[in-house]
């Protein structure tokens, strides 16, 4: 599988280079057309209708290399996105009752068609002590949802079951990876889609 899409890493601590890890294994396994760090984001112009897929921390105001940051806003977003789809893999980017105006709903209403993001905490597994393919088939399960989503997936219930069956179809000594609530059981319930 091959995309034209962008794929951004901003990495700035230890969370963001366990997310940096995912993104490198979605590259392998998916060639971008364009890799942006944070180093190169704020120069980048050329994302009208293209695909996005965004690792890093994520919040209402927007997504950056550390909790807190905002180096691409709803704004930046909107304007390099331009009837084009995004997929932050980044905690709290969409609505909750406490939260109305999150990130994907004001970038889908700068003209971002179609958001994809998680309204809870998103983690990286942690697969330090897992040998090479230990780590592959947990990285691989982490990125169904985005895989699915870069071959035109949209619908929510559809991205979670994916999710939800790379989660299944791994070994169970791994699958207690993601029970612990280090990425996927947890987060599945909550991936949401905000579209035009």
């Known amino acids: ?8 890493t901003l990495v700035g601590d230890d969370a963001t280079e366990a997310a940096a890890r995912l993104a490198e294994r979605l590259a392998e396994r ?3 057309r364009v890799r942006l760090t944070k180093d190169d984001v704020t120069s980048f112009e050329d994302g009208i209708g293209r695909t996005a897929v965004i690792f890093g921390h994520g919040g209402p105001m927007g997504l950056g290399p550390t909790r807190g940051s905002a ?4 704004e930046w977003l ?3 996105f331009t009837g084009g789809r995004v997929f932050a893999f980044a905690c709290a ?3 909750v009752e406490d939260r109305p105006q999150s990130l994907g709903q004001r970038a889908v209403d700068g003209c971002v068609q179609e958001f994809v993001g998680f309204d809870g905490t ?3 597994p942690n697969v330090a002590a ?3 393919a230990q780590r592959e088939a947990v990285h691989d399960a982490a990125l169904a949802m985005v895989e699915a989503f870069l071959t035109g997936e949209g619908d929510e219930r559809s991205l979670e079951k994916v999710g939800r069956d790379a989660v299944d179809s791994i070994e169970d000594s791994l699958r207690n990876l993601f029970e612990l609530g280090t990425l996927l059981d947890r987060l599945h319930l909550r991936v ?3 579209r035009k």
């Open 78 to 80: 909107a304007q390099r």
């Open 130 to 132: 897992l040998s090479p």
């Open 1 to 8: 599988m091959t995309g034209d899409f962008v794929l951004v």
């Open 192 to 194: 949401a889609v905000t």
């Open 93 to 95: 980017t969409l609505p």
């Open 71 to 74: 180096l691409l806003t709803a």
């Open 122 to 124: 998103v983690a990286s």
């Open 30 to 32: 998916a060639p971008p």
